[in-house]
């Protein structure tokens, strides 16, 4: 079974501090995204990864950084954490693409 | 802007009915498509995939699709209380990564 797994299930941050969620995924997967889950919204892409070291903006990488040093380990930055950055961050991996995605579990984050 | 458009719902029917769940999408160089479920307060499960036009069966799930009017269905048949769930449709953008619909909320009554 494909795993894919966030290293916190629920964070809470202060504003202004540098916030770092990690993924790992066990599949050699060569595709990693990081989406945030708000209601009404639905899924939005932050950024995704289709490569060691290579990363792609999706639909809304303000005020966010991305890192992949290894194929398995995708980290999502926050710089400078803000309030309106409060929401379920839910990390992703596929083969290729147009390939299915699988979730990891989801970190809510809190900024207070 | 790529988009795949869902009816938000809520969607209600009785147990035993079927449900059925809509999805437009509007690149036409999407290949396929797929259908998660998300339970409330959980990361999203794939339950279907889809590449070919017309018809595909898995148990009490059915997927549709139909290329040349750029629509996905998903049909639920004998749905249970435990079908309850947002239904999340996708379908595989030009750059690698997959574009979602805001989700349809499916209440299965018991």
């Known amino acids: 079974d494909v795993k894919v797994t966030q290293s916190s299930r629920y964070l809470v941050k202060r504003t202004g501090e540098k916030v770092f969620l990690e993924c790992v995924q066990d599949?050699?997967?060569?595709?990693m995204f990081w989406y945030r889950q708000d209601p009404g919204l639905g899924l939005r892409l932050i950024y995704f990864?289709?490569?060691?070291?290579?990363?792609e903006k999706g639909d809304i990488p303000e005020g966010y950084s991305v890192s992949r040093e290894k194929k398995e380990r995708f980290s999502l930055i926050l710089e400078s954490a803000s309030t309106n950055q409060t929401s379920m961050y839910l990390c992703?991996?596929?083969?290729?693409?147009?390939?299915?995605?699988?979730f990891g579990q989801g970190t809510r984050l809190t900024v207070v | 802007q790529k988009e795949v458009e869902q009816n938000s719902g809520p969607l209600s029917v009785p147990e035993g009915a079927i449900a059925s769940l809509n999805c437009t999408y509007s690149?036409?160089?999407?290949?396929?498509f797929f259908w998660y479920r998300q339970y409330s307060g959980k990361s999203p499960e794939l339950i279907m995939f889809?590449?070919?036009?017309g018809d595909k069966e898995d148990g009490r799930f059915t997927a549709q699709l139909n290329k040349a009017s750029q629509y996905v269905s998903l049909l639920i048949r004998d749905s249970q209380p435990s079908d309850s769930a947002t239904y999340l449709c996708a379908g595989g953008g030009s750059q690698g990564n997959l574009i979602f619909g805001k989700g349809t909320k499916l209440s299965v009554k018991p």
């Open positions: 690149d036409r160089g999407s290949q396929s």
């Open positions: 990864s289709y490569d060691v070291k290579m990363k």
């Open positions: 599949m050699d997967h060569e595709n």
């Open positions: 889809i590449y070919s036009n």
């Open positions: 992703a991996s596929s083969f290729s693409g147009n390939t299915e995605a699988f």
